[in-house]
């Protein structure tokens, strides 16, 4: 049984910054990629980014590139989004995600999923 725990939402105001973290049991952290979706209210959930089994590949979506970051703790079993410069539009519930392919974008791509954390920006 994997287990996959989000924490680090929050209120904040445009133009600041948060770190998500995604602690991960059960399994070995290091053969897992990791991911990071969203859903807005009224909205489909979306990719933000993801990130390699060795840390080495990583992808974001148009929207986000330039301002978020996706790292891995292999140490700490634990990935993290650090978002920067954030604007009322990221406001979703952010939820991580595991699985075994090389590097993925897309939903049915991911096996494990965390229960979510509310991001709230306001203007």
């Known amino acids: 049984q994997v287990q996959l725990v989000d924490s680090g939402g929050g209120l904040v105001q445009a133009g600041g910054s948060l770190r998500l973290s995604c602690a991960t049991s059960?399994?070995?952290?290091?053969?897992?990629?990791l991911g990071w979706f969203r859903q807005a209210p009224g909205k489909e959930r979306e990719f933000v980014a993801a990130?390699?089994?060795?840390?080495?590949?990583?992808a974001y979506a148009d929207s986000v590139k330039g301002r978020f970051t996706i790292s891995r703790d292999n140490a700490k079993n634990t990935v993290y989004l650090q978002m920067n410069s954030l604007k009322p539009e990221d406001t979703a519930v952010y939820c991580c995600?595991?699985?075994?392919?090389?590097?993925?974008?897309?939903?049915?791509?991911?096996?494990?999923w965390g229960q979510g954390t509310q991001v709230t920006v306001s203007s």
């Open positions: 059960g399994r070995a952290f290091s053969s897992f990629s």
């Open positions: 995600a595991a699985g075994s392919a090389v590097l993925a974008g897309r939903e049915g791509q991911y096996d494990y």
């Open positions: 990130l390699s089994r060795s840390g080495g590949l990583t």
